[in-house]
């Protein structure tokens, strides 16, 4: 969907840039101006300055600069139409767009957001109104997800079979070429397109907004050969090193608490969520990354690490505490009894006896 200039301008001139840039930088004033340390990079000296004039920001040390837009794209790493969302949904603004569906008009990310989230919710459906799909409903059920859990994460199930999706993605008149680029689909040698995710549970991965930008599938049977789990590759609108799992659905939480609990794994995240632990984000089959902990900072300085305790957690911890330290936050370490996991801990002992190991950190 494309927002059309006249909106664009009405959202941006209904704020203070001041405003917006002091949830994320401590500013004071001097003169006409405000300054304060430079997010973008590390400074001891201020050289940040934002003009509520001109309603624009500048750093003389790294010379970042731009609109009220441009701070948020830059600062956590998001598309120049989820900036413009954001600052509406915060306003009150109801945004209408115009309604050229899939056509040349649109920028490439929104072509490829709308694909993700219309494949999104054909996953979602295969789950909870297929008959097919029972075989992943039952998957969930067993590991003690609600099924209003299952709809607030989006979860879904992949036909078993190689041109179910494509048949959905022509019927869609979605250019099967942009769905290539998702990886959603792969081609044969022989030219032919076909299911990446066939037999499947899916986990979508959100933008910080709550955009579909990726998908992670899970093999349920015994004859996939495949590995445990396949996920998009990345593209202009999913870089793996600079997306949490579960942060749309927690930054509130985590700002209310002043915390963030980061965990490895969907299903851990999911379960303790369910369970009412909702500061707690993943990272997801990568180690932390800088950009993770920038991202992050934006929302707490206070975190608690719970990974596995086998060796490769232990290792992934210490990465992780290298680079939060870098980014001054506080960080703590939490573990559980051996041979539990965060997910069959909080389904075990609740929520209770999971906030008393995470003040005991």
């Given at each position: 969907?494309?927002?059309?200039?006249?909106?664009?301008?009405?959202?941006?001139?209904?704020?203070?840039i001041?405003d917006?840039?002091?949830?994320?930088v401590?500013?004071?004033?001097?003169g006409?101006?405000?300054?304060?340390?430079?997010?973008?990079?590390s400074?001891?000296t201020p050289?940040f300055?934002?003009t509520?004039e001109?309603q624009?920001f500048?750093?003389?040390?790294?010379h970042a600069?731009?609109?009220v837009?441009?701070?948020?794209?830059?600062?956590k790493?998001i598309?120049?139409?989820?900036?413009?969302q954001?600052?509406?949904?915060?306003q009150?603004?109801?945004?209408?767009?115009d309604?050229?569906?899939?056509n040349?008009?649109?920028s490439?990310q929104e072509?490829l957001?709308d694909i993700?989230?219309e494949?999104?919710?054909?996953?979602?459906?295969?789950?909870l109104?297929?008959a097919?799909?029972?075989?992943a409903?039952?998957y969930?059920?067993?590991r003690?997800?609600?099924i209003?859990?299952m709809?607030?994460f989006?979860?879904?199930?992949a036909?078993?079979?190689?041109?179910?999706?494509v048949?959905?993605?022509?019927?869609?008149?979605i250019?099967?070429e942009?769905?290539?680029q998702?990886?959603l689909?792969?081609?044969?040698n022989?030219?032919?397109?076909?299911?990446k995710?066939?037999g499947r549970?899916?986990?979508?991965i959100f933008?910080p907004?709550?955009?579909?930008?990726?998908?992670?599938?899970?093999?349920l049977?015994?004859d996939?050969?495949?590995?445990?789990?396949?996920?998009s590759?990345?593209s202009?609108i999913y870089i793996?090193?600079?997306?949490?799992?579960g942060l749309?659905h927690?930054?509130?939480?985590?700002r209310?608490l002043?915390?963030?609990?980061i965990v490895?794994g969907?299903?851990?995240?999911?379960?303790?969520?369910?369970a009412?632990?909702?500061?707690v984000v993943a990272v997801?089959?990568?180690?932390?990354?800088?950009?993770?902990a920038?991202l992050?900072?934006?929302?707490?300085?206070?975190v608690?690490?719970?990974?596995?305790?086998?060796a490769?957690?232990?290792?992934?911890s210490?990465?992780?505490?290298?680079?939060?330290?870098?980014?001054?936050?506080d960080v703590?370490?939490s573990?559980?009894?051996k041979g539990?996991?965060?997910d069959s801990y909080v389904?075990?002992f609740?929520k209770?006896a999971f906030?008393?190991?995470?003040?005991?950190?």
């Amino acid at each position: 969907m494309r927002i059309p200039e006249s909106k664009i301008e009405e959202i941006r001139n209904s704020i203070s840039i001041v405003d917006v840039i002091s949830e994320y930088v401590q500013l004071r004033k001097r003169g006409k101006n405000y300054i304060g340390l430079c997010p973008f990079h590390s400074e001891k000296t201020p050289s940040f300055t934002v003009t509520e004039e001109k309603q624009i920001f500048h750093c003389f040390g790294c010379h970042a600069g731009g609109n009220v837009y441009k701070f948020l794209m830059d600062y956590k790493k998001i598309s120049f139409v989820e900036a413009v969302q954001e600052i509406a949904e915060q306003q009150g603004i109801e945004i209408n767009y115009d309604d050229e569906g899939f056509n040349e008009k649109q920028s490439e990310q929104e072509i490829l957001y709308d694909i993700n989230t219309e494949v999104a919710r054909y996953f979602s459906n295969n789950l909870l109104h297929d008959a097919e799909g029972e075989i992943a409903r039952t998957y969930f059920q067993k590991r003690n997800l609600k099924i209003q859990t299952m709809r607030s994460f989006g979860l879904g199930y992949a036909h078993n079979g190689y041109e179910n999706l494509v048949n959905f993605l022509k019927e869609k008149n979605i250019d099967l070429e942009k769905a290539l680029q998702l990886g959603l689909i792969g081609r044969n040698n022989d030219g032919r397109v076909y299911d990446k995710q066939a037999g499947r549970i899916i986990f979508p991965i959100f933008s910080p907004n709550g955009r579909v930008v990726a998908f992670a599938g899970r093999k349920l049977r015994e004859d996939d050969s495949g590995g445990k789990y396949i996920n998009s590759p990345e593209s202009i609108i999913y870089i793996k090193g600079r997306i949490f799992y579960g942060l749309s659905h927690a930054k509130d939480d985590i700002r209310k608490l002043d915390k963030a609990i980061i965990v490895e794994g969907y299903m851990d995240l999911i379960s303790l969520y369910q369970a009412g632990v909702k500061n707690v984000v993943a990272v997801s089959g990568t180690a932390l990354t800088d950009d993770q902990a920038q991202l992050l900072s934006r929302y707490t300085k206070n975190v608690v690490l719970l990974f596995d305790a086998d060796a490769a957690g232990i290792k992934a911890s210490m990465r992780s505490i290298e680079i939060l330290l870098k980014r001054d936050f506080d960080v703590k370490i939490s573990t559980l009894p051996k041979g539990e996991d965060p997910d069959s801990y909080v389904t075990k002992f609740g929520k209770e006896a999971f906030d008393e190991i995470i003040k005991t950190s």
